[in-house]
């Protein structure tokens, strides 16, 4: 008797124990930060100005904020905010970062845990980001944390070549300064 007590709460535990796990199910959270696009834009909000059908079917199959705040009202503070769980004056990015002052567009990144990969089409170099300590990315890490790239490296083209991802061609005929509109 003693024996089917003890295997009876064994059981029951067990039962317990999947019960508990089942209903602890992680929340998906999206969370969508777009330059220049203010809450009242959004169809889902009343604008009739944009048409935004997607994001307002997410809207209505999920969750809609209707108060919130903003650590800044500039994109790349927030965004620095987001990614660090800190103030912005904390990450030291204050004021809007202007565009990659260096030469080159990329053509493919990654990310993995707090670094950042980033290979540049036109001359095949990389330049490698730790988003923790350097949320603008001034400091390219390639050569002081060289296994690191390396590694990151492989794993993109491994990923770009897995997929057959094409990367852009460059066009030697196009001038933005002889674009006409």
Known sequence: MHKSIVTFLYL???AFVATAQQNTKQPNV?????DDL???DLGCYG?????????DKLAANGVRFLQGYATSPVCSPTRASIMTGKYPVKTGVTDWIKGRQEKGKP?????????KLVYFFEDKRIALYDLVNDVAEKNNLVVSHRKMAMHLSKKLFRWLENNAAKTPVINP???ALTKTF
Request: proline share 3%.
């Open 12 to 14: 029951c535990v067990q």
């Open 30 to 34: 999206i969370l969508i930060v777009a």
């Open 173 to 175: 005929g196009y001038s």
């Open 107 to 115: 053509g493919a990144a990654i990310r993995v845990g707090s670094y």
């Open 38 to 40: 203010g809450w009242a």
């Open 47 to 55: 604008s009739t100005f944009y048409e935004t059908p997607n994001l």
